[in-house]
T-cell receptor
Framework: DAGITQSPRYKITETGRQVTLMCHQTWSHSYMFWYRQDLGHGLRLIYYSAAADITDKGEVPDGYVVSRSKTENFPLTLESATRSQTSVYFC?????????????FGDGTRLSIL | AQTVTQSQPEMSVQEAETVTLSCTYDTSESDYYLFWYKQPPSRQMILVIRQEAYKQQNATENRFSVNFQKAAKSFSLKISDSQLGDAAMYFCAYRSNGNKLVFGAGTILRVKS
């Protein structure tokens, strides 16, 4: 089935380690997004991408790196994980075009950094 | 920058009753979209309803409707005939030309049987 898939669903790692969260969508949507969800903050945008090889910072980009070599994939990397990056991470995608295009979300990755 | 405020951290409703979740936002733009997303315990983000700022008519989707007051920058969600399956976290979100969503902090809705 078409959709947006995140992996892993759960991840535990240690401070200072590098970790990559994967996001794959089968709709060929132009836009892809990474959010983090923390209690009291809702979802906050980390990075987004309007097309392959085009990425831009969101509200909370520090400590994260993204790439988009292919339209369907948008991995998020924490180069040196810190405890403050413990969160639930959501990937989303949407069609190019008007603001009425809804964002479709993956099921999230719960990341714990010890 | 746009901000979205959900002033009710938690709400309760009796099954079959009606509940309204509040949302206010701040923007200087004239054209934008507003959304309500539902997040059940499964963690999925499910689109409930959306409203275009230029449309005066309030959006409706089955038991879900909005009260959109553009001048007041208010976008509340009304759930009629509440069901146990409506229990979830509800997020209000704003979207402008940048195609990015700005979310409120969320409201936990509990449904009592």
């Amino acid at each position: 089935d078409a959709g947006i898939t995140q992996s892993p669903r759960y991840k535990i790692t240690e401070t200072g380690r590098q970790v990559t969260l994967m996001c794959h969508q089968t709709w060929s949507h132009s836009y892809m997004f990474w959010y983090r969800q923390d209690l009291g903050h809702g979802l906050r945008l980390i990075y987004y991408s309007a097309a392959a090889d085009i990425t831009d910072k969101g509200e909370v980009p520090d400590g994260y790196v993204v790439s988009r070599s292919k339209t369907e994939n948008f991995p998020l990397t924490l180069e040196s994980a810190t405890r403050s990056q413990t969160s639930v991470y959501f990937c989303a995608s949407s069609e190019i075009g008007g603001q009425d295009q809804p964002q479709h979300f993956g099921d999230g990755t719960r990341l714990s950094i010890l | 920058a746009q901000t979205v405020t959900q002033s009710q951290p938690e709400m309760s409703v009796q099954e079959a009753e009606t509940v309204t979740l509040s949302c206010t936002y701040d923007t200087s733009e004239s054209d934008y979209y507003l959304f309500w997303y539902k997040q059940p315990p499964s963690r999925q983000m499910i689109l409930v309803i959306r409203q275009e700022a230029y449309k005066q008519q309030n959006a409706t989707e089955n038991r879900f409707s909005v009260n959109f007051q553009k001048a007041a920058k208010s976008f509340s969600l009304k759930i009629s005939d509440s069901q146990l399956g409506d229990a979830a976290m509800y997020f209000c979100a704003y979207r402008s030309n940048g195609n990015k969503l700005v979310f409120g902090a969320g409201t936990i809705l509990r449904v009592k049987s």
